[in-house]
């Protein structure tokens, strides 16, 4: 989902220009000043009724009340954020909110919207858009035919996310949608395939590009000096970026736990390429950044030293949120202090790399 800037955003969007080349600052800015966007205001902003708290106990009523009471309370207070992606689809459900909305409020939780190609998430948005309730979804999910929705994560699909919604989206009947459920039931599962193909173009960059023949991040050495590096060497050589590899984290800061938490491994990386699991949306950011999303030999403006860093900054962000979005993901959200450093990551001068600058914010903060 795209997200569109509010002025507070665009304020905070602006701070990195501010900011510029002293990475103490732009600590200082993710440390104190950034106003993080929270999931409870954000909730209001898509339903401002008052009885909003009201229908949020309702929904999760096969839940002790006095227990529930609790959760939402937390939420409002800011304690926390729901649990996972079902408790986002019940509050949806509650509030009767659109299949947007939902996308949008997965990203609190998760780093993918609706995803349309499991097939309870495809059955969940048919009944958002058709005004169900949350238990008509269930019961209309257990329901359908479950011949082959739960084959091997890595199975091949000609279908992607955006091609299975494209096909469901303006379906309004029970028949239609069984209809069509039937026919592509074979390709649906819970595996991300474009988020996967995405990864295999950046990583196959870093992979076929080992350290001591690399001129610059994404381009290729040819000839007898190409090798494909190992995933460990790609992680140590290219993904590390002085992150510390250490699994304690009790003495951490909340700003280190924030960029620590989901660091890519090499461990993370084999599951994906066994497609145990997804690729998540840290790891698509860092790589557009440590490749600076040379993924072709041709010429591209961004090659030109003319342009000032805002414009830089501009071009790369509109082109890393089109993948994003592409992948199923929310876009790039200046108050989300991950993404404000990515953002202030692609504000480069032309002699400059993008995880250079990533990495000096990491180095400055974890030092010591």
Partial sequence: MRLELTDLSEQTYRTIGAVGKDPLSAIDFLRSDIQIREFYPSLRQLYPESDIKERLVNGFSDTERASVIRRVQNWINGKNVPSGREDIFIIVFSLHLSEEDASYLLGFVSDYGIHYRSPKELAYSYCL?????????????????????????????????????????NIRTDREFLSEYRKYLQELNSFHRTSYEAFRTYYDILSQNPPENQTSAGKKPSGSDCRKLSVDDVVSSYLSLGMPSGKKRRHLTPLQKMLKNGWPNTTALSNIFNQKENVTRKLLTLLYIVT????????????????????????????????????????????????????????????????????IIIRYLFRG
């Avoid at 257990?142 to 996310?161: F, K, M, N």
């Fill in 292 to 359: 600076q999303n040379i993924v072709d030999p041709e010429y591209t403006e961004l090659d030109e030293a003319y342009l000032t860093p805002w414009q830089r900054l501009d071009e790369h962000r509109w082109i890393l949120d089109s993948v994003l979005d592409r992948c199923g993901m929310n876009t790039l959200d200046p108050r989300n202090a991950w993404d404000w450093l990515v953002l202030y990551s692609l504000y480069t001068e032309p002699d400059e790399d993008m995880d250079e600058r990533m990495q």
């Fill in 129 to 169: 858009r058709t005004g169900r309730t949350y238990p008509e979804a269930v019961r209309f999910f257990r329901d359908l035919p479950r011949d082959a929705a739960c084959q091997p994560a890595g199975s091949e699909s000609a279908l992607h996310t955006e091609d299975v919604y494209n096909l469901f989206r």
